[in-house]
Every structure is written in C-alpha cells, then in structure tokens.
C-alpha cells in the first residue's frame, strides 16, 4: 500500500465559544501503518468511530484492541493514547465537542471511563452513525450558520448513540433532573435579572441542595455557571451580531456595563472592547 493510499480531512474550529454544544473539530482519516497520537490530554470529548482496519486505544492503564465497527470515547483532561495496527492501519471518523451542556449530555451516552469503547453488530446502524458524522463534517465552517448546522448535526449523533446504548447495553438515561431542570432555566431565562434564588424556586428546591446539584452534575456553583453562560453567550454576540458591547451587556443579563466588561476579563483574559477589535480586524 502506497504513501498515496493514506488521507486526512479535518475541520477545526477557532471559534468555541457556544452555549450549549460546540463542535471543536471533526473529520475522517485513513491512518498510515502504526500512526499514533499521544499519550496526551484533550481540552475537549472526542468520539472515533472505525469503519476499517484496526488499532488500539489506551487509557487508565488499560489499552483496547478495536476493529471495524467500533466507537472509542475520549474524556476531556484524560490522558491517553491511540495507534493505528502496522498491518492494517485503521480508518476512522471522528467529532470532537464540548460546551456548557457538554458534560449533561456525555452523561446519557453509553460510555463510562471503565467501558470507553462501543462495537456495533448491525449495518444500518453503521451506515446511520457514518452518515451522521459525515454530516457534522460536511456543514464545517465559521460563518453562524455552519456553527448551527454542526450543532444540530452533533446532538442528532449523540441522540442515535444514546438510542443504540439503551438497546445494546440495556442502558437507559435517567429521567429529566432538577439540575438538568435548572440548566434549561437558565438557557431561557439568562437574558433577564435573575438571581440563584429564582433558579431555586423555579425548580422546587433550596438554594443549598441546587448548589449541591450543580457541583455534581457541571462542577460548578449556579452562580458561576450562570457567569460563564451569559459571558459565552456575549463572545457569540460580539462575533456575530453588530451590536455594541453595551448593548450585548444589556442582551446578556448586566445591567452594568463596567460590570460586565470587569466579567468578562475575568473569564476571557481581555475586554469586550478590545475582544471585538480582535475579532473585527
């Protein structure tokens, strides 16, 4: 087999900030013999899918001989490593996301850091997950409507694994929660004055047991995540809309704009100001 045989197409976005779900990179390659990536850690999920060939995959020490039809799950912060077989180096497709719903969301697949990997016995369910990782690639782009188009693209793959998980493994997602609750309170209501205590009441629960829920389920306090959601959600408006950064203040929820830029350095390493310039130039 000839150098000429081997191929990677990859997209990569430059621009992660996003609500609910970002799609960081996707793509398809055939691996050259005994290609490997790592051991290292990613900012961010990863699923492969192999569609031909075989390799292996290590993580917590344990390393996984996989084949056609198999999926492997990446945890963010997770070191490891992959390697294509010298004989038959495999050839996979692959989607890398992550986001505030992100965490919520790998949650109900049918990965876990003891089980990472996923083999799939039926034809129409390959040619269904192909497709659908195919189509997270091929609406790849920077403009906001190739953002949404990757977006919806990615929750349909993790609905179809989600789905495949129940059937295979027996596994089955857990009813809607108080957090998940509190998490759509929010995506709807971020834009208006409201505090921890709003959340809280509107879910049916304490302040004490809400902040129990959020560190459990995103790792962080309501107040901080409501913090991040509104200055992620000002990164997108200052990117995509032509409105002044006193304006996406006011759409994000600050009713202050010195408070909101003093926010928004705090999380962003720069001012709203200075973030647009860089973004404009």
Sequence with gaps: MGQQDFFKHSFKSKARENLGLTVYNSGFQKCPSGYTWGPALRDHYLIHYIVLGRGSYTVEGQTHSLGAGDLFFVYDSQVVSYRADDENPWEYYWVGFNGTEARRLVRLLPFTSAQPCLHIDSPKVDAQLRESLLKIYGASGTSPASEVRMAGALYLFLASLMELGSLQTGYAPAPPSYAQTALRFIRYNYSHDISIHDIARAVGISRSHLYRL?????????????????????????????????????????????????????????????YLREISS
């Design 214 to 274: 959020f560190m459990e389920s995103v790792g962080l306090s309501p107040t901080e995540y409501l913090t991040q959601f509104r200055v992620n959600q000002a990164c997108a408006l200052l990117r995509n809309s032509a409105l002044s950064v006193k304006e996406v203040a006011s759409s994000v929820g600050f009713s202050d704009p010195l408070y909101f830029s003093r926010v928004f350095k705090k999380y962003k390493g720069t001012a709203p100001s200075r």
